[in-house]
Every structure is written in structure tokens, then in C-alpha cells.
């Protein structure tokens, strides 16, 4: 299973910007569909977007839909999440996760160990 | 939104059966996966098509879907599996999480 590994949390301000990171660690990030789920401090599980192995495929959930943006660069084997806007409520662990199964039948198989992002003043 | 609902916790004494619930209308339609997560990790796939395990889960491990239920079955409960389980599945707005479940094991 492929190995995921993100980076680029951190500290920002309400209003501000954040780009996150996702490395395929020995593989290539282009063969995989790949999502964001994140998870607010002490809350459950929200997915976030997903990018197809095509990347016309690209999926967001309303609550960051105009504000985040996810992109991959296949000559550097990195997705990212580029976060605008940045309210309070974005305050979460930000997990990269490789989306499998088929239509219909979609599942996370494998994920990183998570990125924080805090928002705060 | 599809919306997924979950019991907030369900107790257990080790050796035990625990079942946890996944409702949603008209559940047994639609293919549910099931994660584990524990304190400080990342969620792990424990079933998924509502009742296959991935490789390297026990077989204490199993999922049913019909109805408006879906339910994860643990079988012979170990102190190690005390986390959160969440359900999840996939409609036209994208991924569905339930709210999640505590397991605590007495």
C-alpha cells in the first residue's frame, strides 16, 4: 500500500493562507486518487476534496468549496491543498489519503499521519 | 447531505461481542466502510463493501449492511481494540463520515 506523507501545517492567522503537501513515498502520487479528511481537535472525521488519477476529477466539500484548492504536480510527485480564507473552524489535523474501490464503493485505504493547522489570532 | 448517525459510545467486557451501528436512510443501498482510530493516530480501514477486511485485520473483525443499519461487529473484544470506529461512505457530494463511536472496553 502506498505511503503517504504530508507537510506544510502550522500557525496562521484568520484570513490568511496555507499551502499543504503530499508526498507518495516510493511511489508516484499520479496512480492514485488522493483526498484530504480532516479532523478538528476532539471531533470526528471530515472529508475535505478529492483529486482524480484524471484531474478533471476534482471534488470539494461545500464547507471550503471557493476557498481551498487542491492541485497536483506530477514532475514533483506532490499533491497540494492550497487553504484561503482561513476561518477559526479550519482548525484541524489535515490527513492526505489515498481513495480506492469503484464507483459507488469508494474507501480510504491508506493514509499519512496527518498535518495540523491551527487558525487562530 | 447524506448523513450518517452513530451511537457516541458503546461499552464492552474483554471476550464480548461489540456491535456498532451505522444508520442511514435506506443504508443497505449503499456500501459502507468502517475505520479504527486510536488516541494520537491516524484512522485505519478495519472493513470495507461493507463487509470485507483489508489484509492483516483479524477476522474478529466483520461488517453487515441491511436496511437502514449498517453495523461493525467485533468478536472476542481485546483491551487493544478500544477506540473510535467510524462508518463512512461515498455519495454524489463526496465522502460521508458517521460522528463517530467510543468503544471502551471494561
Known amino acids: 500500500e502506498v505511503q503517504l506523507v504530508e507537510s506544510g501545517g502550522g500557525l496562521v492567522q484568520p484570513g490568511g493562507s496555507l499551502r499543504l503537501s503530499c508526498e507518495a513515498s516510493?511511489?508516484?502520487?499520479?496512480?492514485?486518487?488522493i483526498n484530504w479528511v480532516r479532523q478538528a481537535p476532539g471531533k470526528g472525521l471530515e472529508w475535505v476534496s478529492s483529486?482524480?488519477?484524471?484531474?478533471?476529477?476534482?471534488y470539494y466539500a461545500d464547507s471550503v468549496k471557493g476557498r481551498f484548492t487542491i492541485s497536483r504536480d506530477d514532475a514533483k510527485n506532490v499533491l497540494y491543498l492550497q487553504m484561503s480564507s482561513l476561518r477559526v473552524e479550519d482548525t484541524a489535523v489535515y490527513y492526505c489519503?489515498?481513495?480506492?474501490?469503484?464507483?459507488?464503493?469508494?474507501?480510504?485505504?491508506?493514509w499519512g499521519q496527518g498535518t495540523l493547522v491551527t487558525v487562530s489570532s | 447531505s447524506y448523513v450518517l448517525t452513530q451511537p457516541p459510545s458503546v461499552s464492552v467486557a474483554p471476550g464480548q461481542t461489540a456491535r456498532i451501528t451505522c444508520g442511514g436512510n435506506?443504508?443497505?443501498?449503499?456500501?459502507v466502510h468502517w475505520y479504527q482510530q486510536k488516541p494520537g493516530q491516524a484512522p485505519v480501514l478495519v472493513v470495507y463493501?461493507?463487509?470485507d477486511r483489508p489484509s492483516g485485520i483479524p477476522e474478529r473483525f466483520s461488517g453487515s449492511n441491511s436496511g437502514n443499519t449498517a453495523t461493525l461487529t467485533i468478536s472476542r473484544v481485546e483491551a487493544g481494540d478500544e477506540a473510535d470506529y467510524y462508518c463512512q461512505l461515498w455519495d454524489s457530494n463526496g465522502g460521508v463520515f458517521g460522528g463517530g463511536t467510543k468503544l471502551t472496553v471494561l
Open positions: 483529486i482524480g488519477t484524471d484531474t478533471r476529477y476534482i
Open positions: 516510493g511511489s508516484t502520487v499520479s496512480f492514485y486518487s
Open positions: 463493501g461493507d463487509s
Open positions: 489519503v489515498r481513495l480506492a474501490g469503484a464507483a459507488g464503493n469508494y474507501y480510504f485505504s491508506s
Open positions: 435506506n443504508i443497505g443501498g449503499k456500501s
